[in-house]
């Protein structure tokens, strides 16, 4: 026998039940024996399997009905998937799946809120790669990028690549698509040296991609409206030609390279 509570019905009942049955025999059973009762669409209703003492039924009874733990069954399975026969405890609930609310278990808040942390995680070592304030400062008194210098030992950036820019800055009216890059042509301990392309004459060091796109969006004399507020992703801004051939974003390319 489980002892059962049925959405319009006022308090738990016992229903016989056999170890061959299925849950949809359980259904069955249940509304033949208080079809008279319930005043709704019976043939919408759902069962979950509960474990709430039967002294705290109005849990259940007064609307909408809140399932702690609670798991639905499927009509296929059979009856022993609720468990061991406790009389003293209402195992089974029956009712409008929209009447009742199962709030998430607590391993199921704790597996979410892992996945949350875990996903902070990899934004911040992402832009720990990037960021200024892991920046150095060596002998001759130039800011060091240990990002730019990885990129370069990897071969993400070789002498004679060109580094472009295509993208929209700004947002709605003010977007403005740029399309600006230079070509390197001197690498040095992930030091660049650059040059515009179709300017050979002009040279310029660059020791950080932050700085490259700032660089070229200040060559091309871009109001401060159509730069991005932070700079903190260049690499997903500045695209690599090498032969012809368009590489993909610097990004793209080191997280091929790193597998």
């Not at 029956?94 to 607590?106: H, R």
Request: charged share 30%.
């Amino acid at each position: 026998m489980e002892t059962l509570l049925l959405k319009g019905v006022e308090e738990p009942f016992l229903v016989a039940v056999d170890e061959t049955d299925t849950i949809n025999h359980l259904k069955e059973g249940i509304l033949s024996r208080r079809r008279g009762i319930i005043r709704e669409n019976a043939k919408t209703f759902k069962i979950w399997k509960v474990f709430i003492p039967v002294n705290e039924y109005n849990k259940l009874r007064n609307p909408p009905a809140e399932i702690e733990s609670g798991e639905e069954l499927e009509g296929g399975q059979r009856i022993t998937s609720i468990g061991e026969v406790r009389n003293e405890y209402i195992q089974v609930f029956m009712g409008n799946p929209d009447s009742v609310i199962i709030p998430p278990t607590l391993t199921k808040q704790v597996k979410e809120t892992d996945n949350k942390i875990k996903g902070l995680e990899n934004k911040i070592q992402g832009l720990a790669n990037i960021i200024q304030s892991v920046a150095s400062i060596d002998g001759t008194g130039v800011e060091m990028d240990y990002y730019l210098e990885e990129i370069c030992k990897l071969g993400v950036i070789k002498v004679g690549d060109e580094l472009r820019i295509k993208k929209g800055y700004g947002e709605g009216k003010d977007l403005k698509l740029v399309k600006i890059g230079c070509r390197v042509i001197g690498i040095d301990n992930g030091i660049f040296t650059v040059t515009l392309i179709g300017y050979d004459e002009e040279r310029k060091i660059i020791a950080s991609l932050v700085l490259l796109e700032i660089w070229l969006l200040n060559k091309f004399n871009l109001d401060k409206q159509y730069r991005p507020k932070y700079y903190s992703r260049p690499d997903e801004n500045i695209d690599i030609i090498r032969n012809g051939e368009d590489m993909g974003d610097v990004k793209k390319r080191y997280k091929e390279l790193k597998k």
